[in-house]
């Protein structure tokens, strides 16, 4: 009765969990485009300037960094680490718009941002999986609570398996040791 119990908390709790990997996806995905509109903000007048001079944005940092005073070179370095930044954010917000609802997971731990990762977590919101893709996850998660409430079963069985045979093996030495040499004579 507790082994059955135990198997259907485990297997709902995995399909709620799982069934909450589109809602955490969406608003990851929110968070980045975020963060790369505000990338792109901060660049615009870079950009603006490096394109009305021809160049790239890197051909204009290089131009700024050799020209530059002591000041403007901390300015050109930030600059230089924004846009870093923001082509890793659109490289990972490309890779996300793009992926399908089976590549998607990978795609998400291979581009994950652990700032973006905090701040989603920080402030989810649950939703309830209603959609195909939610459905499918929460059978996922169903399946993987079924097989982790199996493992627990079995791991279990294995242990009193293993403290029954020691409780009924003999003890050498005492009395039950030196019959057991006497017979052996």
Do not use: C, W
């Amino acid at each position: 009765m507790l082994g059955r119990l135990t198997n259907a908390l485990l297997a709902t709790s995995g399909a709620a969990a799982a069934g909450q990997a589109p809602a955490f996806q969406a608003q990851y995905r929110q968070q980045l485009a975020g963060r790369l509109d505000q990338a792109r903000q901060d660049l615009a007048q870079l950009l603006k300037e490096a394109d009305a001079k021809g160049l790239t944005p890197e051909q204009f940092l290089q131009r700024a960094e050799k020209e530059a005073g002591a000041y403007t070179r901390s300015l050109v370095a930030d600059a230089h680490s924004t846009l870093d930044t923001y082509r890793n954010l659109q490289e990972a917000y490309n890779a996300l718009s793009q992926s399908t609802l089976v590549s998607r997971p990978f795609i998400l731990i291979q581009h994950l941002d652990p700032q973006i990762t905090g701040s989603v977590v920080s402030h989810f919101q649950p939703a309830l999986p209603l959609n195909m893709e939610g459905l499918a996850y929460a059978g996922i998660g169903l399946l993987i609570g079924v097989a982790f409430a199996a493992l627990l079963e079995y791991a279990g069985r294995r242990i009193l398996h293993s403290l029954r045979r020691m409780k009924g093996k003999p003890h050498h030495g005492g009395q039950h040791g030196s019959t057991l040499r006497q017979q052996g004579r």
